[in-house]
């Protein structure tokens, strides 16, 4: 198994409660695809929290998330995250 920090941040923690449970509830199902899952559940929130904090400002957003705008944009119209109120 991995090596974790001695202090782990509580976001990192929340991650591993998470990936247990997650785990724990499939019992002896094996999960496929579990990468693309978990980015599919953490990825529209993550920019719609971001966007949010930015009052909608999709180039500061695209620059706290480290991430061109148009791979912003591309990321909005794939999970369907509205901007201001407008669907993508």
Known sequence: MGTTPEKESPLRKSVHTAVRQYFKDM???QPGDLHQLLLSEVEPPLIQEVLARTGGNQSTAAKILGITRNTLRSKLKRYK???NGHSR
């Open 27 to 29: 019992g002896n199902t």
């Open 81 to 83: 995250i509205s901007v």
